[in-house]
């Protein structure tokens, strides 16, 4: 009975034939995915290389072995000059290089398109609007976030953001004569991390105050741009990453990444901030504050925001403000700080348009001693011109966008079915000759007499549902700051070149400059007190 029991139980196999089993299912299992891949996935058909419809390690070597990384963007626009405008891009995802498409696939509502799985989970924020996989869901959620970007409260920031311009100004201030230059994209960020902040949380978190904080604020931001592409292949990581209790990410991670662990306190510190409010929601300071908040055009907080939503309870959870938080705080960083240093460098870069946005700022502001109103500033042509301009030539989302359509998609003579992920990205229209002809080079003049086209295209903060609702709010601090700094500092580039420094060559959803770069940097030769109230 025993004996009959263990020949039942294990197969009576050699250690040659243990091994050729071992080594032979996952061999068959690859071979099988593989000729499933290449002829009978429903992608099949559409073109590309082979490699790239075989294996997603393709991707992977690209984006994260080769060279500095992040290099597929590169890639895949080599397979476009090859293949043609649609592309199988990996398994699973078709790329688009055609900008006539971009109605179809970042279509506005009632068209209803799913985010891409491991594309909204890639910052492990799938409770935030930027990471919710679902059209209907993703539209309820940002409704709620709604009201904190209305144009009535957005413009209601200007006390606020002019505050934290005074500190941005400091912070020039003390440069000025000095060998020494600013290093442009750790100051903005200091500057626009703290006016988002102020903003969503109704609290100072003084970056601009201590530049300690503020460069290894800008430290974790680098890391989680390096991170980047490997989240990309790897999605589920951040998510798991971050459900580790607080001792053991201090412990592992600070010693493997250090930058990284400063990120991770700031989810636990968001975390504490969102329970904080769901716990005294029903006490009496929770109620005063409901109230004061009523009478706001602004809500206090955006946790306020989503609170007088009609979103249900469970999407009021800790968890869930935690992750809107960090939503709103991580997208309107980055992208307003990056885009403040580029413009001015593009300024510095172009003397005779620096001036001429000088001389209109100042021409409108007369005799007072303060910054024209924000409107105002908006309505200047070359002011606007070199802030699109600036806009259209830092394409600041590099990657691609993938999309999910329930219907299948008709492209020319192709049908995507259903289901399937679909992409494009946003440099392909922007530094699009045949759109912006010589689309490399910032002239601004170009928007004076922009074609139906140009104005179309031009889509910076995307298209469709997915677009950034932060648009006002990136358009008011960037005016005010930019037209603050450019006419009251005489200012110089240092040591900063197009090719290392400013053009994009590593694809971390953002662009990022090469690694060697030490940043967009000025001196300040100059402080003509101009602004200065007190
Ligand atoms: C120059 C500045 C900015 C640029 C170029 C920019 C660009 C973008 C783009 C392209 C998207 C869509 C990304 C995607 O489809 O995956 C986006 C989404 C978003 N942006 Fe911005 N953004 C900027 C500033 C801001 C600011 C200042 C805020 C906050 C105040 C903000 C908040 C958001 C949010 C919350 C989303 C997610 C929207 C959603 O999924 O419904 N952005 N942004």
Request: charged share 0%; aromatic share 20%.
């Given at each position: 009975m025993e004996q009959l029991k263990t020949r039942l139980t294990e197969p009576n196999l050699s250690t040659e034939q243990k091994l050729l089993v071992l080594i032979g299912l996952p061999v068959l299992y690859v071979v099988g995915l593989t000729v499933y891949r290449l002829y009978f996935h429903p992608l099949a058909r559409f073109p590309g290389p082979k490699l790239a419809a075989a294996t997603k390690w393709y991707e992977f070597y690209h984006d994260i072995i080769k060279g500095q990384g992040g290099q597929y963007f590169v890639r895949v626009s080599e397979m476009h000059d090859k293949y043609g405008p649609i592309v199988r891009v990996n398994p699973d995802e078709i790329h688009i290089r055609d900008p006539s498409f971009l109605d179809t696939l970042?279509?506005?509502?009632?068209t209803k398109r799913d985010k891409y799985p491991p594309s909204a989970e890639m910052a492990g924020l799938t409770y935030g609007t930027h990471g919710t996989v679902d059209h209907d869901m993703h539209r309820r959620r940002r409704m709620a976030n709604s009201r904190m970007f209305s144009k009535r409260a957005v413009a209601s920031a200007q006390e606020l953001i002019h505050g934290h311009i005074k500190e941005l100004t400091e912070a020039f201030e003390r440069k000025v004569g000095s060998p020494e230059p600013v290093e442009m994209q750790t100051t903005f960020l200091a500057y626009t991390t703290d006016v988002i902040y102020h903003y969503m949380f109704n609290k100072d978190v003084g970056f601009q105050k201590d530049w300690n904080k503020a460069q290894s604020w800008r430290h974790s931001m680098e890391a989680v741009a390096q991170a980047t592409p490997f989240c990309k292949q790897f999605p589920w990581l951040n998510g798991k990453l971050l459900m580790l209790p607080e001792w053991i990410l201090k412990v592992i991670v600070a010693k493997l990444q250090p930058d990284i662990a400063g990120l991770l306190a700031t989810h636990k510190l968001m975390g504490r901030i969102a329970a904080e409010y769901v716990a005294h929601r029903s006490t009496d300071k929770g109620k005063r504050e409901s109230e004061e908040d009523e009478k706001n055009i602004k809500p206090l907080t955006i946790f306020h925001s989503i609170d007088r939503s009609a979103l249900p309870n469970e999407e009021k959870t800790a968890l869930r403000l935690m992750q809107e938080g960090l939503t709103v705080l991580f997208a309107g960083g980055e992208t307003g700080s990056r885009l403040l240093a580029h413009t001015i460098y593009h300024l510095l870069d172009n003397p005779e348009i620096l001036e001429k946005v000088r001389k209109e700022i100042l021409e409108a502001a007369g005799d007072s001693k303060e910054l024209p109103d924000v409107k105002v500033l908006e309505s200047l042509p070359w002011l606007a011109a070199s802030v699109r301009e600036s806009l259209r030539l830092r394409a600041t989302t590099t990657s691609r966008l993938p999309l999910v359509s329930k219907k299948e998609l008709i492209y020319k003579d192709w049908v995507i079915p259903a289901g399937t992920p679909v992409s494009m990205s946003h440099p392909d229209i922007l530094h699009n000759d045949e759109i912006y002809p010589e689309a490399l080079k910032f002239k601004p003049e170009r928007w004076f007499n922009a074609t139906e086209q140009q104005n179309k295209m031009f889509i910076p903060f995307g298209k469709g549902t997915r677009m950034c609702i932060g648009v006002d709010f990136a358009y008011i601090e960037l005016y005010m700051s930019l037209s603050t700094l450019i006419t009251r500092f005489d200012l110089e580039l240092y040591d900063t070149t197009w090719e290392r420094d400013v053009a994009y060559t590593r694809d971390c959803f953002l662009g990022e400059a090469s690694r060697d770069s030490p940043g967009i940097r000025v001196k300040v030769l100059a402080d003509n007190k101009r602004w200065v109230s007190d």
């Open positions: 970042y279509a506005t509502n009632p």
